[in-house]
């Protein structure tokens, strides 16, 4: 068993539900004998790197307990993909203050963050575990069934569409609103849920997962408009062409490569501009929206599956170090759907780290515009019930 100080920090976007795992994991540390001493880093590796951390044996309950059902990393985010540099100055860091244990919450850049200093460890012969504790909105991490802080950002969605659905209703049109997801279109999908009876929005989804065709969008615009007179659209914000390009981006990127595809509304403006082309000198009422960072924070629409995952990860991660002194990711299994029941396991670093998942193929329809019966019967027990819709 190592003992010592541990540390625990937050990384890449944040979520409804990630303080939730911060708890989970100070809570469960607070019952440990071998751990001597909890540091919380401000903004991730950056603030290991500038010992710029907070004590967090110090705070009362209740005070944990406010900032657990509080939206966004209370400890302050980064993203920051550590070279050799970074690396010696971590375990500079982690040698004078005698920490074993370090915690990462985060997602797959997080975990390959994780695996890195983990790695370093051995080279360095240093006694030492790391964990890598599961977030994500994006829901693309590889083994584990789903996770934490996707659901929440999945019933704000579906809550979204939901009433921009009865927006539309009553002003018809084509409406189409960008949601977040890169390679994956976990999200996105989850506007699926908002639709309760035939006619209901969103009428048409993409996601990355399927080339998306100019032509082929415009084509079901107009199918959709002269079924039901209007037409709600659910995109990613990641879709792709034939060349396997996004159809729109900043051109940024991050220091993991990524490249930033949310924040502005271009690609809304743009498939607003492509309906518009399709229906030439006919007037027609085309709206879009882009959810943007909205998604990820957003308080009072936590799903309850997924705040109480979250603060299962944290606590199951610092239990298993200590026990095990086995670096790792946490991982979330499903037991079953009716009812709903999931437990925690560990499975490699290198299993999780940089890699991406994506939507299965039987969640897609054949046609690539919409989402089928077995994704909604994945996706709803981790998003709750939903508002009944009530039509004169």
Known sequence: MLKGKMVIGQSGGPTAVINQSLVGAILAARQQDAITGILGAH????????????????????????????????????????????????????????VRYFFYIGGNDSAETAHIIAEMAKEENYDFCTVHIPKTIDNDLRVTD????????????????????????????????????????????????ARQSEGQGPHLIYVPEKTFDVAKFQSDVKTVMKKYGRCVVAVSEGITDAEGQPVMTSGERDSHG???????????????????????????????DTFGYLQRSFPSVVSDVDAQEARMVGDFGVKHAVANAEAGSVAIRRLSSVPYKSECFITPLATVAREATELKAEYINEAGNDVTQAWLDYVSPLVGDLPKIGIL
Do not use: W
């Open 146 to 193: 789903h996770c934490p802080g996707f659901a929440s950002a999945a019933r704000f969605v579906a809550l979204a569409f939901m009433g921009d659905d009865r927006d539309n209703a009553a002003l018809a049109g084509v409406k189409i609103n960008v949601v977040m997801g890169r390679d994956a279109g976990f999200l996105t999908a989850a506007s699926a849920l």
């Open 43 to 98: 903004h991730g590796l950056a603030g290991i790197m500038n010992e710029d951390f907070i004590d967090l044996t110090t705070q009362s309950l209740e005070q944990l307990e406010d900032v657990a059902n509080t939206p966004a990393a209370a400890l302050g985010s980064v993203r920051l993909k550590p070279g050799k540099a970074e690396c010696e100055k971590v375990f500079e860091v982690f040698k004078k203050h005698d």
């Open 258 to 288: 990524n490249l930033q595809l949310s924040g502005t509304g271009a690609l809304g403006d743009f498939l607003s501009g492509k309906v518009k082309e399709a229906y030439g000198d006919e007037t027609i009422r085309v709206r879009a």
